[in-house]
Every structure is written in structure tokens, then in C-alpha cells.
Nanobody, 124 residues
Framework: QVQLVESGGGLVQDGGSLRLSCAAS????????MGWFRQAPGKEREFVAS????????YYKDSAKGRFTVSRDSAKNTVYLQMNSLKPEDTAVYYC?????????????????WGQGTQVTVSS
């Protein structure tokens, strides 16, 4: 069983940056790929970005490309989401999740393990 703990959320101004962290433990992490999702009030949880533990390959939601970067530190079992040029519409709870490797990255039903989420608020 994989446990995930996010951190790094907070309040930032329009155009600012934040880096979220997701510390993973348990299970054989190389068998998983990691994803970041977000959920704004009244909206469905949506995919943001994904990275594979095995080779670091990444996949992004179109609106995240160029502003967000997902990375991993295998020595620390930690995945990061660097968010730049933040906008008020990026305000949401951000979740880290794990799915079996080689399953579809943007399908939230493929993810078996979820963190508790971290709030990101972008003020205008």
C-alpha cells in the first residue's frame, strides 16, 4: 500500500509561483506512475500532470504546459509540481495520486492511492 503526503500549498498573488511536494512511501514505487490533480469548488477533480517513477517520462494537461513542471527525486521518494505564472483560475485543492505504471495518465479512475490534498489559492 502506498501512502502519499502533499505539502507546499498556500496563498500566492497572480503571476506568482509555488512548488508542491508529494512524499511517497510503501509499496514498490517503481511499479507506479504519479499524477497531480486539482479540484476547484463546485468542479470535478481534473488531471494536471503525471510522471513515471521508472524513467521520469511526463505528461501534462494542455493548460499546464509551459507553466507547470512535474519532477521526481527517486532518492527521496518525492514528486514535485513546480507552478509558475499562477492565475486565479488555478485556485484549487491539489492532490497527488499513484496509479499502476503504463495505465492512462489522465484517467482518475486508474489511480489507486491519493493524498489528502493541499490548498492553493491565487489572489488577483
Amino acid at each position: 500500500q502506498v501512502q502519499l503526503v502533499e505539502s507546499g500549498g498556500g496563498l500566492v498573488q497572480d503571476g506568482g509561483s509555488l512548488r508542491l511536494s508529494c512524499a511517497a512511501s510503501g509499496g514498490t514505487l517503481s511499479m507506479y506512475s504519479m499524477g497531480w490533480f486539482r479540484q476547484a469548488p463546485g468542479k470535478e477533480r481534473e488531471f494536471v500532470a503525471s510522471i513515471a517513477w521508472s524513467d521520469g517520462s511526463t505528461y501534462y494537461k494542455d493548460s499546464a504546459k509551459g507553466r507547470f513542471t512535474v519532477s521526481r527525486d527517486s532518492a527521496k521518494n518525492t514528486v514535485y509540481l513546480q507552478m509558475n505564472s499562477l492565475k486565479p483560475e488555478d485556485t484549487a485543492v491539489y492532490y497527488c495520486a499513484a496509479r499502476p505504471a503504463y495505465t492512462r495518465a489522465d484517467d482518475r479512475t486508474k489511480y489507486d492511492y491519493w493524498g489528502q490534498g493541499t490548498q492553493v489559492t491565487v489572489s488577483s
